[in-house]
């Protein structure tokens, strides 16, 4: 479902306001880096706007949330997963069809297991505090690390484990410790495809054989629901079926 960064219901004033068609200042006049611009949906929502620049032109578009537009666009490319791995086997005789087949299939599940795992990142982050600070001591030193030093320096298991836990009050690897395990996997599954790495043994081809049969195993639906239901376990409905009849 599509979704604003920023919303919020608009005062009854401020509706008034716009209905009796009250005058807008000449925006050519003021220095907009001052200012904030907002919007006001047909559902009587005021949504935030950020400003786009082309050449000297600039125009007031919608923030949309890009965790649920990143979430989106991987769940586009892992419902597919399915289908394409049964294509795979079912036309291994042809060998046109296996060699589109088998990229196709790698190719979509590096986007699908990219973006998830990207939105899922991102919305852990969003959910630590921009006063927060996270203190880790041992018997020779404290450290004391800010939000900005988090978010570039601490490890993906110490912010699920650690640092979303203190923020929040709430641990999801423990409230789905088997949700968690899904997340780690994914996790993995995405660095190794990031990262490829390409030492093979003296006189032995290079290959990506164990990789590929990673990904070809790997349970994207399953994935799906379990950045679904993190994401949703901190921001309840964030991320849910939208009432236009498509599935988000």
Do not use: W
Not at 44 to 51: A, G, Q, S
């Amino acid at each position: 479902m599509k979704k604003f960064l920023m919303k919020f219901e608009a005062d009854p004033q401020v509706m008034g306001a716009i209905n009796n068609s009250i005058p807008l200042p000449d925006l050519s006049k003021i220095n907009l880096k001052d200012h904030m611009a907002f919007g006001i949906t047909d559902r009587e929502e005021i949504i935030l706007m950020f400003t786009l620049e082309q050449g000297k032109e600039k125009h007031f578009v919608p923030e949309p949330d890009l965790v649920v537009c990143l979430f989106e666009c991987g769940r586009q490319n892992a419902v597919q997963l399915p289908n394409l791995r049964k294509n795979l086997l079912s036309e291994l005789g042809d060998n046109s069809k296996t060699i589109n087949n088998s990229y196709t299939f790698y190719a979509t599940a590096c986007v699908a297991v990219t973006l998830q795992l990207n939105a899922l990142e991102a919305f852990i982050n969003r959910q630590i505090p921009n006063d927060f600070e996270y203190i880790s001591e041992d018997t020779r030193q404290t450290v004391i690390q800010n939000k900005k030093q988090i978010e570039r320096n601490t490890s993906f298991e110490k912010k699920i484990k650690d640092i979303i836990p203190n923020a929040t009050g709430k641990s999801f690897h423990i409230t789905h410790p088997d949700k968690y395990t899904t997340l780690s996997l994914l996790k993995e599954l995405r660095d190794d495809m990031t990262h490829l790495k390409s030492y093979h043994a003296k006189n032995a081809p290079l290959t990506y054989e164990t990789l590929y049969n990673k990904a070809f195993k790997f349970d994207y639906l399953q994935a799906l629901n379990a950045v679904k239901f993190y994401i949703n376990f901190y921001s309840d409905n964030l991320i849910e079926p939208c009432s236009c009849g498509a599935d988000f």
